[in-house]
């Protein structure tokens, strides 16, 4: 019997709401939308970072579930000591939930969420990934790509933005052997809305990986946040793909790539990178998907 | 009731195990490790009932006890040195937090050099933390401080972490005759964690949120208060314990032969017991000297100090901790009490044992020895040196 959660089942009811982000926020919608899923159940952590600046300032607290400010380093040890203690105090019917950026997920947390997947603890650790330290006015972390142009990987003749591709954090965090660990891009809601629901089924550790572009950092229109997530997509440089019961799988395998130029340079933060980093790019994204459609066991079906 | 032959750690452990905390998460180090695998084998014969998590670092046992204690669990984790000043900032999260966590720290010398000895370094560097501080002189009152922490620190006027300190090897390995409470008379001392500060289904929080300027200073001040307030908690909370099991130690301070006392020495941690013997020689040959322990040193025991202090003609602080550019930590906080109150007295500094260097009988008689004589301020025992300002 299913009764997934759809655009027109999800419900009205808002978790995360009447806070101060920016217009055309990435991060508060994957926040957003997880929590609608999840429901009242919920208990999210959220270490330091955007969605902690804009939702946790007493006396106006705009999560109207149980949610807790966690150290930057801590959402998950902060996750998993919130479950045990549910746990010990018999609470049932309830989802410890990470709601953490990509710094502090792929620099500052990682090794607090590497453990909480060795230990599998039962919660699910979303990253909401928009390339950068937004919070702190766009500060490069592990998670920005090449050639993106940052306060600290400014554009210049000799270097032209960021030098070192964006850490592989799905594949980080699947050869932990998790659980359940799925990439997600705000998009593709519907994608991410069932990542979620499925996630947070999951018996031990689930890990989503959401990109939520960030108008601000990324040099975009505000409106234009859900277009630019869904051109990365088609430009083949994010996939959406899930690891499960220790394999690979990957949701759509494109037949061909849109322009990876029109996705970079219609974004202030590429606007400098020249045909050679281009070409630097590409091959990385070309590279990179003749591994997943060599390797990952489900592309033969799907083809 | 009954008896063992236990070491400090082991001891420790058995006060926590009649504690009953629900999550307690463990990290080793030198020379807390053996109490944390006293708790896992705690565990594993159903002794204690608690979800054991074996988290990556110290500052994630921090995190994850102060996500325990924000469902309102009652958490205990256990560190030392490099240990402690890893978690330092969860430290300051769990007491502006109000979690009332109950933490051993067993008292070591901090890198570099590197060194695994007692001294306590570790934990005076992390006096402003907002942690009530503890020091423990042996394996009884460290079991008893095990109990006593979270009375103190779960009392609603406190909702503050203790931080219980034994000094590393010295105390944490060393074997005493030590009576565990039944089960029974902990519980009786000791109910169930209640608290209003947490997260439940029933009653939504946000917790751990951001304040402004607006708000923060009373948001600190508050904090303030309530360690203050638990002063009278320490108390109230000893008498309790010394009408349950017999053992009471003072309160914040307890002091030995110093009602006539000209000359008084203040300690902290497992060096009291050898001054207590000193004392007791130089008194079988008429000298008026006593000896004041600190058990506590957040909150500072103020009046307790006064009242121990204001007809002695010396006083001297005995410490294992330098504040380099300036005197042992202790002796500024003892010296203020005195300005403050106008006390006639003068005070020395003694700065021993650092990195576990043997303080002597010897070098405790020749403390009393300079106190009566008058000299230097601040001395490093053992060096043949004094440093004063």
Not at chain 1, 209 to 224: D, K, M, R, S, T
Not at chain 1, 225 to 254: H, Q, S, V
Not at chain 2, 48 to 53: H, N, Y
Not at chain 2, 259 to 267: P, R
């Amino acid at each position: 019997m299913s009764n997934k959660i759809t655009a027109k089942t999800i419900t009205d009811s808002e978790f995360f709401y009447g806070h101060k982000a920016c217009a055309g926020c990435g991060g508060s919608l994957a926040v957003r939308i997880a929590l609608k899923v999840l429901g009242e159940g919920a208990i999210s952590v959220l270490p330091a970072g955007c969605m902690s600046a804009v939702g946790f300032n007493y006396p106006h607290l705009c999560f109207s579930n149980n949610s807790i400010i966690s150290t930057f380093a801590g959402t998950a040890s902060m996750l998993t000591g919130v479950e045990a203690g549910a746990r010990a105090v018999g609470i049932k019917n309830f989802k410890a939930v990470g709601l953490a950026g990509d710094g502090g997920t792929a620099d500052i947390g990682i090794q607090a969420l590497s453990g909480a997947i060795d230990r599998n603890d039962d919660i699910l650790y979303i990253c909401y990934d928009n390339e950068a330290y937004m919070n702190t006015g766009i500060q490069k972390s592990g998670l920005t790509p090449f050639g993106a142009k940052t306060t600290t990987t400014p554009s210049g003749e000799n270097i032209h933005g960021n030098l070192r591709p964006k850490k592989n954090l799905f594949e980080i965090v699947a050869a932990h052997d998790i659980p359940y660990a799925a990439t997600a891009s705000i998009g593709n809601l519907p994608d991410f809305i069932n990542k979620i629901e499925k996630a947070s089924k999951i018996k031990g550790t689930a890990y989503i990986h959401v990109v939520a572009p960030c108008p601000i950092g990324w040099g975009i229109p505000v409106n234009e946040t859900i277009e630019i997530a869904r051109k990365m997509m088609d430009c083949g440089l994010w996939y959406l793909a899930e690891y499960e019961n220790g394999k690979f799988k990957l949701n759509k395998n494109p037949s061909d790539f849109s322009s990876i130029e029109d996705y970079l340079l219609a974004q202030g933060r590429f606007k400098h990178l020249e045909a050679a980093d281009i070409e630097i790019l590409a091959l990385q994204r070309d590279t990179k998907w003749a591994t997943i459609r060599k390797n990952w066991n489900n592309i033969q079906e799907e083809l | 009731m009954a008896k063992a032959f236990l070491s400090g750690n082991d001891a420790f452990a058995e006060g926590v195990r009649l504690a009953r905390p629900q999550v307690i998460s463990i990290y080793p180090i030198t020379p807390q490790t053996t109490v944390v695998e006293r708790i896992s084998e705690m565990v594993e014969d159903s002794s204690l009932k608690s979800e054991l998590i074996h988290v990556e670092s110290e500052h994630s046992a921090l995190s994850c006890a102060i996500g325990a204690s924000a469902m309102g669990a009652r958490t205990f984790t256990a560190t030392s040195s490099q240990g402690l000043l890893y978690m330092a900032e969860c430290l300051q999260y769990a007491s502006g937090g109000r979690f009332p966590i109950v933490m051993m720290n067993a008292n070591r010398s901090t890198a570099l050099p590197w060194n695994i000895y007692g001294d306590q370094r570790d934990s005076l560097s992390q006096l402003d933390c907002g942690w009530i501080q503890v020091y423990v002189e042996d394996a009884q009152e460290s079991l008893d401080m095990a109990l006593q922490g979270y009375h103190i620190a779960e009392n609603p006027l406190v909702s503050t972490p203790v931080m219980v300190n034994l000094d590393g090897f010295v105390l944490t390995h060393t074997y005493e005759t030590v009576e565990i409470p039944s089960q029974t008379d902990a519980d009786r001392f000791l109910p169930p964690f209640q608290t209003e500060n947490k997260m439940s289904l029933d009653n939504p929080k946000n917790l751990a949120f951001s304040v402004g300027p607006d708000n923060n200073m009373e948001f600190k001040y508050i904090q303030h208060k309530a360690m203050l307030d638990s002063r009278r908690v320490i108390e109230e909370t000893d008498a309790k314990f010394a009408e349950i099991f017999g053992r009471s130690y003072g309160g914040l301070t307890q002091g030995y032969r110093i009602d006539d006392a000209d000359y008084i020495l203040i300690t902290l941690g497992s060096i009291t017991g050898l001054c207590r013997e000193v004392v007791d020689e130089l008194r079988e040959r008429g000298e008026k000297v006593g000896l004041l322990k600190l058990r506590f040193i957040r909150p500072f025991p103020s009046d307790d100090l006064v009242a121990a202090l204001e007809s002695a003609k010396a006083i001297g602080v005995l410490e294992k901790d330098i504040s380099f550019g300036y005197e042992g930590t202790v002796y500024t906080n003892v010296n203020s009490v005195i300005a403050k109150n106008g006390l006639c007295l003068e005070t020395y500094n003694f700065i021993a044992g650092l990195g576990g260097r043997d303080i002597s009988r010897e070098n405790i008689t020749a403390i009393f020895r300079h106190l009566q004589t008058g000299g230097q301020h601040v001395n490093f025992i053992g060096l043949g040196v004094t440093i004063d300002e």
